[in-house]
């Protein structure tokens, strides 16, 4: 189970932390990833990090502004948003898959957080 939280409203240029907090003895074997769905649009994906390597993938969208990182002492991945833009709203959604290498297709992912909103103003 993945439970999201940190989302909130935040003007352009400014900065929001994501955490995804997973249940279970098993997080240090899941691939993670970010998603995210803006207002009437379809999922897209954001930034993934491996199970094993320490690689990490992003979209164009957010490179260099966006950081995913994860804690597997406290089952938990992280991600770090610098320069919001408004284009950035969206609802986030954190994912696992067994074993990923940075997949960044949702349906290669085997387990969904809720998500939570994340609104950035202009």
């Known amino acids: 189970q993945l439970q999201a939280s940190g989302g909130g409203l935040v003007q352009a240029g400014g900065s929001l932390r994501l955490s995804c907090a997973a249940s279970g003895r098993t997080f240090s074997s899941y691939g993670m990833g970010w998603f995210r769905q803006p207002p009437g649009k379809e999922r897209e994906f954001v930034a993934a990090h491996s199970w094993n390597t320490g690689s990490t993938y992003y979209a164009d969208s957010v490179k260099g502004r966006f950081t995913i990182s994860r804690d597997n002492a406290k089952n938990t991945v992280y991600l770090q948003m610098n320069s919001l833009k408004p284009e950035d709203t969206a609802v986030y959604y954190c994912?696992?898959?067994?074993?990923?290498?940075?997949?960044?297709?949702?349906?290669?992912?085997?387990?969904w957080g809720q998500g939570t909103q994340v609104t950035v103003s202009s």
């Open positions: 994912a696992a898959q067994w074993m990923g290498h940075c997949s960044t297709t949702d349906s290669y992912y085997d387990h």
